[in-house]
Structures are given as C-alpha cells and as structure tokens.
C-alpha cells in the first residue's frame, strides 16, 4: 500500500473517530459497506491483465453498543452487505478466490459509533483441496486390452562412435 493510501486511511480514522467521539452517533450500515468497498479497493490484487482478484472473508468489529444494537440482525445484514460487495466487485470488474462472508465482532476496545474491518482472501474448499494436491498425471488406460506400458527411458548405447578424421582427404588409388 502506498504512503499516500496509509495517510489517507488515517487522516479517515482520525475525522470519523473525532466526529464518532463528538457526536455519539451509532455505526449505520451504509457506513460498513462503504468500508467494505474501500477495504476491496486497498487490497486488490492483479493476478493477471484479465483478473484482478479482492478480500471475499470479511469480519467488521464494533463497539460493544453498536455489536448489541446490530447482532440481532446479523445474520441478515451479513448477507445484504455481501451482495453489496458482489455488485460492486461486478462493477469494478474484481472477482473472488471463494464465497462471499461478512461477519459481525464485538470488540470492547471502540467507542460507539467506531469500527473497523479486517479481510483476507480465503480459497474456497475445492480450490484449497487443487492447490494442496501433488500434480500427478492419471495412469494411462489400457489400450487395445494390453497393459499400460512404462514411459520410455533413453538406454544407453554400447559403444560410442569414433568421430570421422579430421586433415585432407585421402588419395584416392
């Protein structure tokens, strides 16, 4: 992340904490989405010209008020704000490694009206399972009814080749 994003990141946390301190407000949902967004955006990763691939595991901690607040809903918010996520990747042309999560935390350690969101990539099962497993070619299926035979192996030869004199050629008689 460039000097620029990290300042910009902590010039956000340094107003929105002063304004959360000031004015008590509660977290709203459209805040967390837009940190979602913002939170795609800073870790997105070019993996090729054509796949640029972003977080899809996110958890958004809270305050203790507003985890109390927003828990009995969380399940639902959850799956609202991984949709949001979805459309926005769709739009900005990102994709996933696996299925979308957002979870909600509670951590005593923020104020109301305060938050802040960890993400990761996390590979879905199957792609986890490929990445894991030894690239191993399939055995050969019998052909014509006879058994599979072993690879070929260069034997080595019996006795080397003298190589052709050199100098002019020889009279001939």
Known sequence: MGALKKFEQRLEGFVNGAFAKVFKSEVQPVEIAGAL???CDNNA???NRDRTVVPNDFIVELSAHDHERLSPYS???GTELAGMVREYAQ???YSFMGP?????ERADDLDTGLYRVRS???ASPDVAQAQQAP???PPAAPYGGRPPQQPWQPQPSQAPVPPPPSGPPAPSV
């Open 100 to 104: 979308l999560n957002v979870q909600l």
């Open 91 to 93: 739009a900005q042309r």
């Open 75 to 77: 399940g639902q918010l």
């Open 135 to 137: 690239h191993q070619q």
């Open 45 to 47: 990763s070019i993996w």
């Open 37 to 39: 967004q913002r939170e």
């Open 120 to 122: 990761r990539i996390q």
